[in-house]
């Protein structure tokens, strides 16, 4: 990842997810040639989370997305409910840090439930 507005982004993304699962586990994982950082995850008796970074975007990816409340709207529409959802962000767009902490603290109920 170059130093850019996603590891900003990034970063973020990982303080809002550590203020709202206090004992969360990071991890790299899929370490590979075109990606050797690997991809950011984010578990709490069990997987909350992935982060990834693309060119124009950084894809939050919830693995039980599809069993979450989403009143402010921040998934991705898909045309579909399916296990996983996503937040797709872009270089100028803002991230709801409230609905976004809502969100992790659900997926953590979720693990523990």
């Known amino acids: 990842m170059s130093t850019d507005w996603r590891v900003a982004r990034v970063d973020e993304i990982r303080s809002l997810i550590n203020q ?37 975007k950084v894809k939050v990816t919830f693995a039980k997305g599809g069993a979450l409340p989403d009143p402010q709207g921040l998934f991705i529409d898909t045309g579909g409910k399916g296990v996983r959802r996503a937040i797709d962000t872009e270089e100028n767009d803002r991230l709801d840090a409230d609905a976004f902490t809502s969100l992790i603290e659900a997926a953590v109920a979720l693990n523990q439930g």
């Open 20 to 56: 709202a699962a206090p004992g969360v586990v990071e991890e790299a994982k899929w370490k590979k040639a075109s990606n050797p950082d690997g991809v950011p995850t984010f578990s709490l008796d069990g997987l909350i989370c992935t982060v990834e970074t693309y060119k124009a």
